[in-house]
């Protein structure tokens, strides 16, 4: 029996565009990247659209049987409609994989190649047919009706006001709450999210998951808080007609200082306009002060292999990133390099004052291949260099969820070198293990930086931004 994925494995899409001869043929835009997949969802629908005024057939796919099933919804595409392709991958080993599907259409001299990428974690000796659409009604909506229950774990009875926190990419894109029954619906788009659900009395339940037309219910169980039940015993007792009555009363002492106030505010009213003192300087950045704060020169070294599209670790880190951006100033300036098999600057020095383009290199960071970290770390320090600001606040923020591969680059002494010149490393664990966690502090301590862990939503709300603050501040 042919070895088939069982558990779990990644799916990006990525399509490669060939010229068009007669008709057009698009592969939507959507969510293509599936994140992390269960083993009732291994397979993969790939929504093509004819944008021509023509029809248009699909011929055949060219796959090798032994790894793929393909199945169409219909092999005829009608002027502006949508047909999708369904494909099953069956991996027989463990790990990273890159594959081709070329598909062959009646407007094309050449094939369209389809581009999967994925990780398998784990795989099994047995083989399941990929579910053909004669099986189901297809439909071509992205979004879809999404329900959602929370339960309390022990007595399993519905929680109402619970707080549902969709996220994806970084940003809060669903804030759900409960009804008395426990339940929350809304309309989502498909796609990999990271959960986080909460309710005062409770402890927070955060996870990732990959939602569709097929896995469009969630039961999430959360569990008390020991530490809080006392507390809100003695919260819930009701106030008394009396003690109401009390409140509403006003003393006589009110009474005189509200009298005083309104005294006050008549005489600053006769006061001549040229005897009113000036308004008194008001602060831009109330939370992160020009007076208090050094300039911020701050390169991102992110860890984009494979192991952070898990757990939701790179939408930690995304949602910490963009926290932070709001932050900064326009004096500041971030930079952002990122590794994996290979190191690149996904985004050149940039001041804060463009926010939105920050941001939206944030969200668009992707995930996949290997670790390089020396070669990251060396391109890190090169950019951090080209953009120095005296006096100000020069740093490298490095984020990864575990070991990384240090290459011919002794890290430690880089780290040293550079922070003798100004320029200092801090080191971001996401939902790392303990066991690297040596490393990782070795390595901000040679850098002249800090080690901080970011596990849940709250940690990446105020991790990054408690770091620059505490670096920069005069």
Known sequence: MRNYI????????????????????EFLKQP?????????????????KNTSDKKVFIFRADVDAKKFQVHYSSKTIFPDSTVYVRVMYQPTKKGSFSEKIPIHFSCYNEPKSIKITGFVEEVKSSRIACPSFSQESVDNAIAFQFKVKVIDQETKEPIDKAKVLMIKNGLVAQNLQTK?????????????????????????????????????????ELRKNPNIEKIEDKTTTEITPEEQQEEENTTEEEVILNLEEDTIKEVVAKIPKEEIPKTPYIEKYPEFPLAK?????????????????????????????????????????????TYASSTQVAMKTTSANNKDSIIST?????????????????????????????????????????DFNSGKENVYKLAKKYNAKGAKISVIGIKNRKHNEENMKKLSLSGG????????????KKGLVEEVKMNSKL
């Open 180 to 220: 008395r029954n426990g339940m929350a619906t809304q309309k989502v788009d498909l796609g990999f999210y990271y959960f986080v659900t909460n309710k005062e009395g409770y402890l927070t339940e955060e996870f990732p998951k990959y939602i569709n037309r097929k896995s469009d219910y969630m039961v999430i």
């Open 362 to 402: 944030i969200e668009n960071l992707q995930a996949g291949g290997m670790t390089a970290g020396g070669k990251g770390l060396k391109m890190a320090y090169s950019e951090l260099c080209q953009s120095f600001i005296a006096h100000g606040n020069n740093e490298i923020i490095m984020a990864t969820d575990g």
């Open 32 to 48: 293509y990247d599936y994140g992390v997949i269960s083993s009732n969802n291994q397979y993969v629908d790939i929504p093509i």
């Open 293 to 337: 704060y050094k300039p911020n020169n701050i390169v991102f070294l992110i860890d984009v292999s494979a192991s952070m599209k898990y757990t939701g670790k790179l939408d930690l880190l995304k949602a910490s990133m963009i926290e932070m951006t709001k932050l900064l100033r326009d004096v500041d300036n971030i930079t952002i390099v």
């Open 6 to 25: 069982i558990h779990i494995f990644t799916v990006t899409i990525s399509i490669l565009i060939v010229q068009t001869l007669t008709g057009q043929i």
């Open 449 to 460: 930086g800090n080690y901080m862990k970011i596990d849940t939503f709250e940690d990446a």
